[in-house]
């Protein structure tokens, strides 16, 4: 059973938006640190976002920060991610992953133990 599943991806113009949605299947993650990562192809999986336990704390890659925003929503169990001024490097594989630590806002993907099947965002020029 997975245990974090993302939605939202899509076909996008250059310049849109999209809200990627990963929702936990358990409630041990309101107490984790979340993460979104993307990897491109042949390209290393690289960090985009990650939010603290309690949404106190975020943590952006310099080529998304000021377009795109990270928050959870511990009731529901999903944390979201959402883009704004889409560009076409922004194309990837998005996924969503956590670690088993409320605070620590890890870059490093290795770090995190659980991990999404991914969804795409293709942005067109």
């Known amino acids: 059973q997975a245990q974090l599943v993302e939605s939202g991806g899509g076909l996008v113009q250059a310049g849109d938006s999209l809200r990627l949605s990963c929702a936990a299947a358990e409630r041990t993650f309101i107490t984790s640190v979340m993460g979104w990562f993307r990897q491109a192809p042949g390209k290393e999986r690289e960090f985009v976002a990650a939010?603290?336990?309690?949404?106190?704390?975020?943590r952006y890659a310099d080529s998304v920060k000021d377009r795109f925003s990270i928050a959870r929503d511990n009731a529901k169990n999903t944390v979201y991610l959402q883009m704004n001024g889409l560009k076409t490097q922004d194309t990837a594989v998005y996924y969503c992953a956590a670690v088993m630590n409320p605070m620590l806002l890890y870059t490093d993907y290795t770090r995190y133990k659980y991990w999404g099947q991914g969804t795409q965002v293709t942005v067109s020029s």
């Open positions: 939010i603290s336990w309690n949404g106190g704390s975020t």
